[in-house]
């Protein structure tokens, strides 16, 4: 499926194209709901789109207005875990590109790999790791989108960095940063994997996200990250949190980001 022709089935349904485009993990589908005039189209509905079947992934595409800005939603992500091939998991971050949408914002659960990293904090991604085994560029490379080598060189936006920096310090949000590393999953990581993962600099791990980024990067998004660390990792198994905690940390957790991510829309509207 061309994402070319998605991406035109997808403008004759809405209004006008979205320049930002949010991709809420698990546990954060809620953030769509804030969305005005939303028109909400399930995944199975899209040509090109395969199905979440993550748990807590609702699997909608979302059109909708925040801060007054148009804004595409992700309400549930595709991951390699699934069975879904790397084309298929950034099919839709190519439907964004080729929809002119210029500002990606990608959201998800991690486990945390350092102490002070506690379920329930937003982790600001700074940078990341793939140690998935693939890349979604791997195969011809599509001209039209991008270079054959893109730089990986701050994949994350520094200005969006200083803006939410800013955000957090001016609503008195306490934020963490940390570089992310991804893996395939679905098995959890044992606890010599997350040594070594802890020494190799990353502080979050998780099975998403750097797929999509590094999509982005090569179509020439600007692209912010966001976690939610649900869990300490099993390098700190003696500090288990209990489920109930864990779910209200999220939530509150989920509600500032949200205010982070709606202040953020208002600081770029031009
Ligand atoms: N590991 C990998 N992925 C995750 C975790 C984890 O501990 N928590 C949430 N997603």
Redesign the pocket.
């Known amino acids: 499926m061309d994402y070319r022709a998605t991406a035109d089935w997808f403008k004759n349904r809405v209004s006008e194209t979205p320049e930002v485009a949010i991709v809420l993990g ?1 546990g954060l589908g809620g953030l769509a709901e804030k969305l005005e005039n939303p028109v909400v189209i399930p995944y199975f509905e899209i040509p090109g789109f395969v199905n979440s079947t993550s748990p807590s992934h609702l699997g909608n595409l979302l059109f909708g207005y925040l801060a007054g800005r148009a804004v595409l939603c992700m309400q549930g992500r595709f991951h390699f875990y699934e069975g879904y091939s790397m084309e298929q998991v950034v099919f839709p971050i190519r439907v964004m590109a080729a929809l002119g949408v210029k500002t990606l914002i990608v959201t ?5 790999l350092r102490e002070e990293l506690e379920p329930g904090d937003i982790v600001v991604i700074k940078d990341h790791i793939n140690f998935m085994g693939t890349n979604p560029l791997i195969g011809k490379n599509d001209e039209s989108l991008g270079e054959r080598f893109p730089s990986m060189n701050l994949p994350y936006s520094p200005e969006l960095h200083e803006q939410v920096r800013n955000i957090a310090q001016s609503n008195g949000i306490s934020l963490k940063w940390g570089n992310y590393i991804s ?1 395939t ?1 679905p098995s ?2 044992t606890k010599a994997e997350c040594s070594m993962f802890a020494a190799w600099g990353a502080d979050i ?3 998403s996200t750097v797929p999509e980024v590094i999509t982005a990067r090569h179509c020439g998004m600007e692209v912010l990250g966001f976690s939610i ?6 390098l700190f198994h003696n500090l288990a949190h209990s489920q109930e905690e864990i779910r209200h940390n999220a939530d509150k957790a989920a509600q500032n980001l949200l205010l982070i991510i709606h202040e953020v829309l208002v600081q770029n509207t031009n």
């Open positions: 698990t998800n659960a991690a486990g945390s893996v999953g959890l990581e791990v998780g099975m660390v649900t869990n300490y990792s099993n």
